[in-house]
């Protein structure tokens, strides 16, 4: 269980750099693939969807950064193990919801699959590894 803790949590911890990465492009006007739902508001042109943006950057960045860092030092602290675990939860949760809205916006990609897949395995293994 520890490898597979290991291996989601560097995938967690470059899913954050990646998404901030390219969440600062969209933002400025450039369109990438991003995986989450809350990206997609800035085609509106609103300012509501900027601020949107910028939420779905903070929380993309935010839950699969502190998930990558829990998840890499789970092994020594229980309490890191916790944050962890919830961490995980968390983000499970913004990705499912971010995979029912783009199902229902009609920008369902493969991404979204693997944006959900990523933190409920990662929850998995840390659940099983307790």
Known sequence: MRKLIDITSLLCGLTAIVSLIFGIRVLT???????????????????????GN?????VT??????MGFYGLTSPRSVS???KAFIWGLVMSAVCLVSLVCSIFAGSFNFGDIIFLALPLIYTYGIFKSA
């Not at 995986?35 to 508001?41: I, K, N, T, V, Y």
């Not at 960045?61 to 502190?66: D, K, N, Q, S």
């Open 29 to 51: 006007g450039h369109g990438y693939f991003i995986g989450l739902a809350l990206f997609s508001m800035t085609r509106q042109g609103t300012v509501f969807g900027f601020i």
């Open 54 to 58: 910028i939420i779905g950057i903070a």
């Open 61 to 66: 960045c935010g839950g699969f950064g502190a």
């Open 80 to 82: 890191s193990r916790k």
